[in-house]
């Protein structure tokens, strides 16, 4: 199936509009009307380039000359469909594009499913490397000395989110911004890992998806995805105890709060 990037619909749209861009190119923008004017339509063109790159990426057909078409004959007020018909065709499509992307995604978990399985039978074959009954791995990097927490404590941590080919998706240390949540709130592979660690350990856990964000697709993690983290715990504390001001930084993934189930 035929694709356009965004360089082949900006052609096909150059191409398109070529006549109308040069009687614009007559036209001085010296005025503060021409300049706004203009820079309307330089935003439409910019949402419309969007909105057909992200389609075709999909892998759904657009004719980009037609949805120009479109735009003009709407603004003569001439256009071909009735504002009935329009939403109709708008609807379809929308269904079109929703089942092309659970379908997309569903083939994109059932790889990850198996790369994940995959690593995981690797990477427990590795010195220092230990296996819960639930499937968390974990290795120590480094022990503390300080207090365990119980599963109802509140942490704070240090850590970096990574992908199990290497991408990085997140990291406190990045931000110098420690994440402080209760513990209880958080993936499954977090609320079994952290209560292994003391105070000032350092722990390197590869969480199975299952015990991450399963199915779901959250920020730029795949659905299906097995995750690495090394987190450093650098303060327990009981429930309710300096409770001001607890919470997560914010993160694009949602600092793994929540589980997936």
């Known amino acids: 199936m035929k694709k356009f990037t965004k360089t082949a619909i900006a052609i096909v749209t150059s191409a398109s509009v070529f006549l109308a861009a040069n009687c614009v190119a007559s036209t001085n923008l010296d005025t503060d009307v021409n300049k706004e004017s203009y820079s309307i339509g330089a935003s439409i063109g910019k949402y419309l380039s969007s909105q057909i790159y992200s389609q075709t990426e999909l892998g759904a057909k657009v004719n980009v000359e037609l949805v120009i078409q479109g735009v003009v004959d709407s603004l003569k007020n001439e256009t071909q469909f009735s504002d009935e018909e329009i939403l109709t065709y708008l609807n379809q499509r929308a269904e079109q594009l929703n089942a ?100 000032g350990a350092i722990y390197k856990f590869t969480i199975p998806s299952e015990l991450a964000y399963d199915t779901k697709k959250v920020g730029i993690i795949p659905p299906s995805s097995t995750l690495v983290f090394e987190v450093e715990l650098l303060k327990v504390e009981a429930p309710g105890q300096n409770s001001h001001g607890m919470g997560l930084s914010g993160m694009g993934m949602g600092g793994m709060m929540g589980s997936a189930h």
Do not use: C
């Not at 059932?110 to 296996?131: D, F």
């Not at 119980?150 to 942490?155: R, S, T, Y």
């Open 100 to 199: 092309i992307k659970v379908a997309t995604e569903e083939k994109i978990a059932q790889e990850n499913i198996a790369a994940g399985k995959a690593y995981l039978a690797k990477n427990k074959l590795k010195s220092g490397v230990s296996v819960t009954h639930s499937g968390l791995q974990y290795e120590v990097i480094s022990e503390g000395e300080g207090r365990k927490p119980n599963p109802q404590d509140v942490v704070t941590v240090q850590y970096k989110g990574y992908l199990i080919d290497g991408t990085q998706f997140d990291s406190t240390y990045e931000r110098n911004e420690p994440n402080r949540f209760a513990l209880m709130s958080v993936i499954d592979g977090w609320q079994e890992g952290i209560p292994l660690m003391n105070e």
